[in-house]
């Protein structure tokens, strides 16, 4: 069996490694490396990992959604935010690997690149954003996308996610690039929070009409044109 990892160059020492529809980030600095969520976990990531990078990796999760931490289990340790363990753990016995927090300010240092951490809840209780300001970079998690944005579950929370969007607005001076865990365009601008933003004005006003659907679960999508959310089927907006 082939591997399920598609890995494309961004720049020195930065990939991203797609796996069917979700995408994963590896950067590297001087000391060591970090690889931005795990994926789906269907192929042998150690050795993804070890083919790209012979620096120590850390392993950092935006948020505990199961398309962003199917990998964790190949390593020791795993930082995110301690609003995520509630999620990530529940129910999940066999998930043994430790977990290291990461609060909101914490800078992550990998020699010559450094990485802000943002606590950015509403998607779920811990999702956070990662900070590059010499790069002017910015990494979300699936707070910012143009495909479906979840809002179905454990721990969503769209007032939050409402407070969220203001706090990224209010930090677009500082990133150019926005990099994407889903959807055809690895990269954007900072057109794609003021999008969300927008879309989620409108969904909040009651002007976007929520279809409910039975695939792939009974779910309500709203379509905002720019992006999609997709919301218990008993919500009202
Ligand atoms: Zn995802």
């Not at 990133?175 to 365009?185: L, M």
Request: proline share 5%; aromatic share 10%; hydrophobic share 40%.
């Amino acid at each position: 069996m082939g591997s399920p990892y598609e890995v494309s160059e961004l720049g020195k020492g930065f990939w991203a490694v797609k796996e069917d529809f979700v995408r994963f980030f590896l950067i590297e600095g001087s000391n060591k490396a970090m690889l931005i969520d795990t994926g789906l976990g269907g192929g042998n990531l150690v050795e993804l990992v070890k083919n790209l990078t012979d620096k120590p990796v850390i392993i950092v999760n935006t948020h505990a959604d199961g398309d962003h931490i199917g990998g964790n289990g190949f390593f020791e340790s795993i930082h995110m935010h301690p609003s995520e363990y509630d999620y990530y753990l529940f129910g999940k016995q066999e998930r043994n690997s430790k977990l290291i927090p990461l609060w909101e300010g914490d800078v992550i240092d990998l020699g010559g690149r450094k990485f802000e951490v943002i606590l950015i809840p509403g998607h779920t209780p811990g999702s956070i954003a990662l900070l590059d300001r010499e790069n002017r970079f910015l990494f979300a998690g699936d707070s910012l996308q143009r495909e479906l944005i979840y809002m179905i579950g454990r721990g969503r929370n769209l007032p939050a996610f409402g407070e969220t969007l203001k706090k990224l607005l209010k930090l677009i001076p500082a990133f150019d690039t926005v990099y994407a865990f889903h959807g055809h365009a690895v990269a954007e601008g900072p057109e794609l929070v003021r999008d969300v933003a927008d879309a989620y004005e409108r969904l909040m006003a009651g002007q976007v009409k929520g279809v409910l659907t039975d695939d792939p679960m009974k779910a309500k999508i709203y379509d905002c044109g720019v992006t999609r959310f997709l919301t218990e089927p008993d919500c009202e907006l």
